[in-house]
């Protein structure tokens, strides 16, 4: 009995030193190990990683960390006395950054396992995302009861994994390029000058930029044209001061375009200044066309800008849309005879000023008969306040005295097109104040229904004005000449005699 209580006692010392032995083999530290890391702040991008530092295992145990051959570098790293890893500087990670464009990218999904070893995380926007990321480094290591160890050996060692994540800086450009053209501006007369500013802000480019990219190109879609001169210059200022001239490329303005481009050297100077330092803004003036009465004026501004490190790490905002509008008053006054027919070839003038003189002559319009009965005025400021008279009536009409006062009401703006009123003012035949309004006008097409008739009567047919009038006194005076000159010659006659 005692015999086999020996054996028994032996057998159970073996296989507590195979049960401890295999914990060990399970245990060992190996290449795939691997631990989950998350970087925060970076919603609607891809995650790519750049393993720079690597883990380097002898038989059961790790020994230590190399190189990567992506890191350039070679051999085993090294660490000084307050254990960070000689080598790993600002300027070694900007270096990376700017080859990894050019590298091949290995996706990584956030909260994923990573091997052992210091990776580079570069997070790269969709395309509805314009946020500038700086690069991130993340590391997965040893630990011996908590503590971040350099080797391990698994025979003697209770290990574990730890891992550090990162919060991505950035720069948002979301929202920050725009274009605007000044209020009194938005409604025009074509013809005149308007002003337009665009602003963005220059992101805070990190070292790890190369060469970066912040260039505003403005575009004219239509009904406008630049206009540049010593009054109307192209002006740009970056934090509220005219910048110098060797900061920035001014491109055209050439084929309905132009850009301004800052120099890499300047936006890198940019860096550690706050956001209202390295704000842009930058005005030019353009000129309202004839295409502009039929589709409001339109020009867009983009932002190319660098977003990722690296030769490839540019894209473009969508357009920021601007809209100039000139007004007009088609078909909401007509023009007929006293019996409605249409007539053709009476003139109008139209005025801004109740002054009737040359200088404040804005158009003039002569009816026609393809044009059917409208009278016709395009192109106006809807912020003015115009007055239409006729200045020529049709042959064998008298001219309407009347004098109307036109003015615009109830715009409504809608991304380059617009619904309006126009409402005309005058005085009848017995002094009555008359307003009419034509409603709901589609900008660039006529009044569906006249406000109101402009009526010229023939000469033939003048009103009474209820007085007897002069034509009784005319007859009256002729036949006294007539009866006067009987006389006299013949009194004449018998002086004769």
């Known amino acids: 009995m005692k015999k086999f209580k020996k054996i028994f006692a032996v057998l159970l010392t073996l296989a507590m030193v195979l049960g401890m032995s295999m914990t060990s ?23 790519y990683a750049y393993q720079i530092i690597d883990a380097k295992y002898e038989g059961a145990g790790f020994v230590g960390y190399e190189w990567t051959d992506f890191s350039g570098k070679t051999g085993d790293v090294t660490f000084d006395a307050s254990g960070n890893v000689i080598g790993l500087d600002s300027d070694f990670i900007t ?33 509805n995302n314009e946020t500038v990321y ?10 011996v ?90 002006t740009v200022k970056v934090g509220g001061v005219a910048t110098a001239k060797a900061n920035y490329n001014l491109t055209g303005p050439a084929n309905n375009t132009f850009s301004v481009a800052f120099t890499s050297a300047y936006i890198s100077s940019l860096a550690a200044e706050t956001d209202d330092a390295r704000a842009v803004e930058i005005t030019y003036y353009a000129t309202v066309t004839e295409d502009a009465i039929t589709s409001a004026g339109q020009n867009n501004v983009t932002l190319e ?46 005025y801004d000023d109740l002054s009737f003189v040359d200088e404040n002559v804005v158009d003039t319009y002569t009816t026609i008969d393809s044009n059917s009965d409208k009278i016709v005025f395009n192109g106006l400021d809807a912020d003015k306040t115009y007055y239409l008279k006729e200045t020529a009536a049709p042959s064998g009409y008298t001219i309407n005295e009347t004098v109307y006062t036109v003015t615009f009401e ?71 000449m007539i009866i006067a000159a009987a006389l006299f010659f013949a009194s004449r006659r018998k002086a004769a005699k």
């Open 134 to 143: 700086n690069p991130m480094i993340v590391s997965v290591y040893y630990t």
């Open 305 to 350: 800008y660098s977003r990722t490190p690296g030769e490839d790490g540019t894209a473009e905002t969508n357009p920021k849309t601007e809209y100039t509008y000139t007004f007009g008053f088609d078909g909401v006054l007509n023009k007929v005879d006293g019996d409605g027919k249409i007539l053709e070839g009476a003139t109008f003038t139209l």
């Open 410 to 480: 109830n715009i409504v703006y809608n991304k380059g097109t617009a619904t309006y009123d126009v409402k005309v003012t005058y005085q009848d035949a017995q002094g009555n104040l008359v307003e009419k309004t034509a409603t709901n006008i589609t900008y660039g097409e006529s009044a569906t229904t006249p406000a109101d008739s402009v009526v010229n009567l023939t000469i033939g047919s003048l009103p009474s004005t209820g007085g007897i009038g002069t034509t009784i006194f005319t007859i009256g005076g002729c036949a006294i």
């Open 95 to 127: 270096n990376l950054a700017k080859k990894a464009g050019n590298s091949e990218k290995n996706e990584f999904t956030n909260g994923s396992k990573l091997e052992v070893g210091t990776w580079m995380i570069l997070a790269v926007p969709s395309s």
């Open 25 to 47: 083999f399970a245990a060992q530290p190996q290449k795939t190990d691997s631990k989950e890391v998350t970087v925060e702040g970076v919603d609607d991008t891809t995650l």
């Open 145 to 234: 009861d908590g503590v971040q160890v350099s080797s391990v050996d698994a025979a003697a060692d209770n290990w574990d994994l730890g891992s550090t994540g990162a919060f991505a800086k950035s720069s948002d450009i979301t929202g920050t390029v725009d274009k605007k053209v000044d209020a009194d501006d938005k409604d025009a007369a074509v013809g005149s000058v308007v002003r337009f500013t665009l602003t963005g802000t220059i992101p805070s480019y990190s070292a790890e930029y190369v060469d970066p990219v912040y260039t505003l190109k403005d575009t004219i879609v239509r009904g406008l044209e630049y206009k540049v001169d010593d009054e109307h210059p192209i």
